[in-house]
């Protein structure tokens, strides 16, 4: 039962363009939306997050942005660059919840 | 400031034996959640512990696999007489409170069974 969902497994970019990854979810009782990055034989590391209260955030190149209605969410890098080549999870939690749901993860390549 | 610390980084075992993954939670964390990545797969959640407590367990197979976050000390996730397909990365991460808050991942532990 695969709560949060990312349809995409892999992504090219050219270097400079703009890089979308999208996420979907299925539990409406979701408050709070992450985005990991992970390079091989790294942990994830935390890249950007959202509160169900907003519909965008920014931090530098990325920008999250969240449709509730549509229960999508994706993540917006620009202009994407070499170093950004990398797996990208998406994650949700319930503030009631315990745990982080994470999809399975899109991996992105920059084309330089 | 010591980000999490996992040990050992890669763990090889033959079927049957006892894995032992070490988790150290970033300083001041008290919450510790574990999960698995097997290969192709996203993240998958196994347990929720705090000091001396499981929260949740709901991910975590019911058999061979164990896990404690004691008073002292690192949180240990014990998988006994592995299996093949126990092969998997496995991550922890650690939490300043509970509910919406960002997890901080470790480097993972390898581990591979023969």
């Known amino acids: 039962d695969q709560q949060v969902k990312q349809n995409s497994p892999s992504l090219s970019v050219q270097e400079g363009r703009i890089s979308i990854l999208n996420c979907d979810y299925t539990n409406s009782m979701f408050d709070y939306f992450l985005w990991y990055k992970k390079y091989p034989a790294e942990g994830p590391t935390f890249l950007i997050s959202i509160s169900s209260i907003k519909d965008k955030n920014e931090d530098g190149r990325f920008t999250v942005f969240l449709n509730k209605s549509a229960k999508h969410l994706s993540l917006h890098i620009v202009p994407s660059q070499p170093g950004d080549s990398a797996v990208y999870f998406c994650?949700?939690?319930?503030?009631?919840?315990?745990?982080?749901?994470f999809g399975t993860g899109t991996s992105l390549t920059v084309i330089p | 400031n010591a980000g999490v610390m996992q040990n050992p980084r890669h763990l090889v075992r033959r079927r049957g034996q006892e894995a032992r993954l070490r988790c150290s939670p970033m300083?001041?964390?008290?919450?510790v959640y574990w999960y698995r990545q097997l290969p192709e797969e996203g993240l998958k959640f196994m347990v929720y512990l705090q000091k001396e407590n499981i929260i949740d367990e709901s991910g975590m197979p019911k058999e061979r696999f164990s896990a404690e976050f004691p008073k002292e000390g690192p949180s240990i996730l014990r998988i006994q007489q592995v299996v093949r397909g126990d092969s998997a990365a496995y991550f922890c991460?650690?939490?300043?409170?509970?509910?919406?808050?960002?997890?901080?991942f470790g480097s993972g532990t390898q581990l591979s069974v023969l």
């Open positions: 300083k001041g964390h008290s919450h």
């Open positions: 994650a949700a939690s319930a503030r009631t919840g315990n745990q982080f749901y």
């Open positions: 991460a650690s939490s300043s409170q509970v509910g919406n808050e960002k997890l901080f």
